[in-house]
């Protein structure tokens, strides 16, 4: 199947679970992205905030990027611009770096919090007591230039069926909790960024809004593997 089909068969699959898709580009040259974009695609996940904002500069401009992987405090001011959302936030110091540098831009920049629900070392993200305190603290309070609209999660890289719906399930319940406790007058808070092309079905089961998929579209990365980066 060509890119363009997979697009258009993600894209029914994901519409009939009122889920959005957004297509994971990382490694895969412009002309790809550009043969989705003509199949209708306009979102789209990067993990490397230079070969982001290389692709941004190359393609067009009405392409929503999020950016899915690991951010450091000190390359925030080269998205902020642009970036549609922001789906790795893991501590209150780069979330203050995320205000500052959208206060410049004149902008509001849509964040979700990461949160780690893998059963694995080697991943980013707050716990759930870490996600909280952030939450319950002054310094979250007086951010205004930031929205957090969400959460995001990576589950464990396993064939294991149980255990993924499991990691799911807790973060959806996770999600729930938080927007009672903390977002209950915000109807932006409605976004649970999770599951990728090996475990995206069972993540649209247990509640999942964004499915991030990257070889399903655009067959494997033979380029480094984003979980050795
Ligand atoms: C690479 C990546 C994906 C997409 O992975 P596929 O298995 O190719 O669908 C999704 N989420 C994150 C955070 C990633 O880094």
Redesign the pocket.
Known sequence: MSIADNIIALKRETDLNNVTLIV?S?TKPVEDIQQAYDAGQRIF?E?QVQELVEKYEALPKDIEWHL??HLQSNKVKYIAPFITMI??VDSLKLLQEINKQALKNSRVIDCLLQIYIADEETKFGLSFDEAIELLRSDEFAELKNIRIRGLMG?ATNTDNQKQLKEEFYELDTFFDGIKQSFFRKDDNFDELSMG???DYKIAMEQGSTMV?????VFGA?VVKH?KNN
């Open positions: 994971v990382k996940g993990n899915i992987g789906h790795s990576i990728m092309s090996s991030r998929l990257g070889s399903t990365r984003w």
